[in-house]
C-alpha cells in the first residue's frame, strides 16, 4: 500500500489561453441603500511540496508556518486602508463584531481552511485581506450546489471553476476542494490585480466579474482612483458592500481589542495535511481510519459528492496533520481492493463481528479496523455498521451540508432560497430564529433533502 503524505496546495496549471472567465459570482441585490464615500488616498499595489515517502509515517518535525497563529501573518501581509477606507467600512465591522462570541466561534471553526488560505497567500505574497474573502463568500464553509450556481467555500461559477483547470462533475466537484479552490481562486485575484493595477478592483472582478469592471473604467488608470472616485463606479451596490465587507473584517482583525473580540488560535487537529492514495478510498471508511466524526471528513473533503472517489479525480484525502499516523496504520489492515465502496446498515441482530466478516467476505480485522471496534466485539441489533458494498440508488445521494452558518447581511428567506427549501420548513427546524435573534456565526439547522 502506498501512502504519500504532502504539505500545501497542490500545483493547478491556470489556462494560458483564456481570453475572459465569467463571473465568479454574480451580482445581487443590495439589502440597504449605499451610503456617500469619503475620499481616501489610492491603494499601492503591493514551496514546493515534500517528497512522498512510500508507507512514511509524517515527519515529527512542524515548520513555523506548521505552528503559528495566523493572525499576526495575516497582520504582515495587509496592504489596503482597512478601516478607513469609507464610513460603510466600520458600519460593517460593527455588525460583524456585534457578538464577540459567535465571531470567534465562526473563526474557530473556519480554521483548518484558513491555515490553508493563509500558507497559500504567502507563497504568492498577497494581500492579507483576501484571506477575509471565503469569509464574506460562505463563512469559509464548502458549500454544495446544484445548476448553474457558484459553490464551494470562494463561491465559484462552474464555468469559472472549469477555465482555472478545477474538474466539477456529478461525483466530484473541485469547488469544494478546499487547496484546489484556493490554488484557482487566488490565481483570479492576483491576474485581475495584474490587469486593473488595484487590489480594491480585484476583489470587484472576483465579484462582478472583470468584464464588468473593465466596462466601468472605460481605460481610465484605476490606481488613480480614490475611495470616493471608486465608489461612483456603477457597480451594483452588492459588489461595494463586498469590498466593504472585506475590509471590515481586515480592520477587526488588525485590531481585534478594538473591536472587544478574541481571535481563536489553531488546535492540534486545525493543520490540514493531503495523502495521496493509491486507489479511491470512501470518506466513511477513511473517517473510522482516522478515527475522525465522518461529517468532519466529509466536510475536509466535500469535493467527494458521494463518499467514494470516482475515477478520474484525485485520489487525495485531507485530515487533520496529527491523525495522519493514525489513518495510515489502521488502513495497512484493509485490502486495497476493499477501500472503495460501503455502506451503511443497521444490524438488526446480535451477533459476533467475525459473523457479519464472514457473511460479507471480509477478514474481521479489516471489518474491525473499518468499524473502529475490537474484533471479538458483538454488534447489537441498533447498531449501524459499515460493511463492503455499494449502497442502493436510494442512499447514493450527494453528501451536502445539514447547517447553515449565518452571515452578515442574511435573513431566513435568503438562506431558504440559497437552499432551494421553503421557508416555512427553515422555520420548523429553528423556532428560535427570527429576524431579531439571527446574528452572524448562527448555526441553523437546513432540511437535508433541499441543501444544494
Not at 19 to 43: D, F, G, I, M
Not at 57 to 66: F, G, I, L, M, N
Not at 229 to 247: C, Q
Not at 274 to 294: E, F, H, K, N, W
Request: net charge neutral.
Amino acid at each position: 500500500m502506498t501512502l504519500h503524505a504532502r504539505t500545501g496546495a497542490p500545483a493547478l496549471a491556470l489556462a494560458a489561453s483564456l481570453l475572459a472567465a465569467c463571473s465568479v459570482t454574480p451580482e445581487r441585490t443590495a439589502p440597504s441603500p449605499p451610503v456617500a464615500p469619503e475620499p481616501a488616498p489610492a491603494l499601492p499595489s503591493p514551496a514546493p511540496p515534500a517528497s512522498p515517502a512510500t508507507d512514511a509515517h509524517p515527519q515529527a518535525a512542524e515548520t513555523h508556518a506548521e505552528t503559528a497563529s495566523p493572525w499576526p501573518r495575516l497582520r504582515s501581509h495587509f496592504a489596503m486602508n482597512g478601516c478607513d477606507y469609507r464610513p460603510q467600512v466600520m458600519r460593517w465591522a460593527r455588525v460583524y463584531a456585534r457578538s464577540p462570541r459567535h465571531f470567534a466561534a465562526s473563526w474557530d471553526r473556519a480554521m483548518p481552511f484558513l491555515l490553508l488560505v493563509v500558507d497559500e497567500i504567502e507563497r504568492r505574497d498577497l494581500p492579507g485581506e483576501f484571506a477575509m474573502l471565503p469569509y464574506v463568500e460562505s463563512s469559509y464553509e464548502p458549500i454544495a450546489a446544484r445548476g448553474n450556481r457558484p459553490a464551494g467555500m470562494w463561491q465559484l461559477m462552474p464555468d469559472t471553476a472549469r477555465s482555472e483547470g478545477l474538474v466539477v462533475t456529478a461525483d466530484y466537484d473541485g469547488r469544494l476542494d478546499a487547496t484546489a479552490s484556493t490554488n484557482a481562486a487566488l490565481g483570479l485575484v492576483a491576474r485581475y490585480e495584474k490587469e486593473f493595477g488595484d487590489w480594491r478592483l480585484a476583489d470587484m472582478a472576483f465579484n462582478s466579474g472583470e468584464y464588468r469592471v473593465r466596462r466601468l473604467l472605460h481605460g481610465r488608470d484605476a490606481r488613480s482612483l480614490s475611495a470616493a472616485e471608486l465608489g461612483k463606479l456603477a457597480f451594483n451596490p452588492v459588489t461595494h458592500d463586498h469590498l466593504d465587507r472585506l475590509l471590515a473584517l481586515s480592520c477587526i482583525v488588525a485590531d481585534p481589542q478594538r473591536f472587544s473580540v478574541t481571535l481563536p488560535e489553531p488546535g492540534a487537529d486545525d493543520r490540514l495535511k493531503a495523502i495521496t492514495l493509491q486507489s479511491g478510498m470512501d470518506v466513511r471508511l477513511a473517517a473510522r481510519l482516522a478515527g475522525l466524526d465522518p461529517a468532519t471528513m466529509q466536510r475536509f473533503n466535500a469535493a467527494y459528492r458521494r463518499h467514494r472517489m470516482a475515477s478520474g479525480v484525485p485520489h487525495e484525502l485531507l485530515m487533520p496533520a496529527s491523525r495522519i499516523e493514525r489513518f495510515q496504520d489502521a488502513a495497512r489492515d484493509i485490502p486495497v481492493a476493499f477501500w472503495g465502496d460501503w455502506r451503511e446498515q443497521r444490524a438488526a441482530r446480535t451477533s459476533g463481528l467475525a459473523s457479519w466478516a464472514a457473511e460479507v467476505g471480509i477478514p474481521v480485522a479489516a471489518l474491525a479496523a473499518a468499524n473502529a471496534i475490537d474484533e471479538g466485539s458483538t454488534v447489537g441489533p441498533s447498531q449501524r455498521l459499515l460493511l463492503p458494498g455499494r449502497e442502493s440508488a436510494d442512499d447514493d445521494a450527494p453528501a451536502v451540508p445539514s447547517t447553515h452558518v449565518v452571515r452578515a447581511g442574511d435573513t431566513l428567506t435568503s438562506i431558504a432560497h440559497r437552499y432551494h427549501v421553503p421557508l416555512a420548513e427553515i422555520r420548523k427546524l429553528n423556532p428560535a430564529a427570527n429576524a431579531r435573534t439571527l446574528r452572524p456565526g448562527n448555526r441553523l439547522r437546513i432540511p437535508v433533502s433541499g441543501a444544494n
